[in-house]
């Protein structure tokens, strides 16, 4: 996990979307075998996005195998894993900050990202991994791009959020009320 005080040089932050469902693979023991259909990356410096398909799994490996810390919402479980297979080198190795590890480390519990963006940001998420599997059967890679990156800009405001006020927010169903979950991002 990123310090407070951590410099913003070479920090990415990531999504992968899939080719398949874990449906189709025999369970989420087999994430290895969802293979990538699109990735995007934003770099904090730069503020630019990246757009990647698997013919450039390369360029997307090597900029995150540069990486000084990279940001997303399960990426240790899920994205890391999927895109293993392509790389021989150990992803989970990379530096992370996982929101989505350190929210359930908060909280007892998984928490989808639409919660979070929601009562952290007042957005949502724009569609979900199911969508982005039937637009990669349609052949519609331009909507698998544009989810994605809405994707990784949200993750990206709800950590600058956490930075900034050592808090996010979620809807606790528990509780029936919007509540704060400290981080240290």
Excluded at 84 to 100: F, G, R, V
């Amino acid at each position: 996990m990123g310090s407070p005080g951590q410099s913003m040089d070479n920090i990415i932050v990531f999504d992968i979307e899939t080719r398949r469902a874990i449906s189709e693979v025999g369970g989420a023991h087999h994430l290895d075998r969802l293979g990538l259909s699109v990735a995007v990356a934003y770099e904090v410096a730069t503020g630019k996005f990246h757009h990647f398909e698997e013919a450039q799994v390369a360029e997307l490996l090597d900029l995150l195998q540069r990486a000084t810390l990279l940001v997303g919402y399960n990426i240790r479980r899920f994205d890391l894993t999927v895109l293993q297979p392509y790389s021989q080198e150990p992803l989970h190795a990379l530096p992370t900050c996982d929101l989505m590890v350190d929210i359930q480390r908060q909280i007892g519990h998984r928490v989808r990202l639409d919660n979070v963006a929601q009562q952290t940001l007042g957005i949502r998420k724009s569609a979900d991994g199911m969508q982005a599997l039937l637009w990669w059967r349609q052949g519609k890679l331009d909507l698998i791009h544009d989810y994605c990156q809405q994707d990784v800009d949200v993750t990206r405001r709800i950590w600058e959020y956490g930075r900034a006020h050592g808090h996010i927010w979620l809807w606790s169903r528990q509780q029936r009320a919007r509540r704060p979950v400290p981080v240290c991002w």
